[in-house]
Every structure is written in structure tokens, then in C-alpha cells.
């Protein structure tokens, strides 16, 4: 007998957000997204788990710098934008663990945050940062 990975009907299962419900996007300008399709998606291959969709702002993405990630410099052989304030991405789960507990946590858009962030961060800090 072989296991599928599916829903029955021949589909792989939807992914999901911490909410329970289907994934939403979180952002297509810029394209986000560990592989690079907009969703805060997750797999093997994606080490930092890019989970969280985050709302930027200007003291968190100078925080992400002074911690070795710079996300508002451009980078054009990545095909990134750099990020500004009220931009959207999909944020590496431990990061915003760590920005949180530095006091410096952007909001978060729960249906666009997959459900694996919950791994590294709890659903009440997640509830207390959501974006409107």
C-alpha cells in the first residue's frame, strides 16, 4: 500500500494559515514569498521558514538591519526591491519571534501566515500584532 500526500481527490492538501483557513496571498508588489509567488508557503527547501506575512515599517525593517538583515536595500540580482514601510513579505518565523521580543514587532496578517510560524511564534502574540 503507497501513501499519497493529498486530500483524497488526487490534490495536495491547501495550505493553510494559523487561523485553520485556506492561506491567503500576502503580497504580489513585491513579490514575496520563499518561492517567490506572492504566499508566506513553506517546504523542505525553505531553511529560515518564511512564514509571517508582515506589514513593514521604518523601525522594524532599521531593527532587521542592526541584526544582519537588511531588507530595505535593494538587491537587483535578487530581482528584490528593498522593502519601505507599508510594504507586505513574508518574513523568516524566528525573526519576527526575535523582533518581538525585542519590542519591535511589525503587524501580521493572519490569513496570509502560514500555519508553521506557530512553530516559533504563539498565536496570541501573533492576534496581538495583526494588521487591520
Not at 487561523?19 to 525553505?46: H, I, N, Q
Not at 531588507?71 to 513574508?90: H, M, N
Request: charge should be negative; include cysteine; glycine fraction near 10%.
Amino acid at each position: 500500500m503507497s501513501i499519497t500526500n493529498g486530500n483524497g481527490n488526487g490534490h495536495k492538501p491547501k495550505p493553510k494559515n494559523v487561523l485553520g483557513t485556506e492561506l491567503k496571498v500576502c503580497c504580489l508588489k513585491p513579490k514575496t514569498g520563499f518561492y517567490r509567488d506572492g504566499y508566506c508557503k513553506t517546504g523542505a527547501d525553505d531553511r529560515g521558514s518564511h512564514t509571517v506575512c508582515i506589514v513593514a515599517t521604518d523601525e522594524f525593517l532599521a531593527f532587521s538591519k542592526s541584526r544582519g538583515n537588511d531588507l530595505s536595500t535593494p538587491r537587483p540580482e535578487y530581482d528584490f526591491p528593498g522593502l519601505k514601510a507599508g510594504d507586505k513579505w513574508c518574513l523568516v518565523a524566528a525573526r519576527w519571534q526575535e523582533a518581538f521580543d525585542a519590542g519591535m514587532a511589525p503587524e501580521v496578517v493572519l490569513e496570509a501566515t502560514h500555519e508553521n510560524a506557530l512553530q516559533f511564534a504563539r498565536l496570541e502574540d501573533l492576534r496581538d500584532y495583526a494588521a487591520e
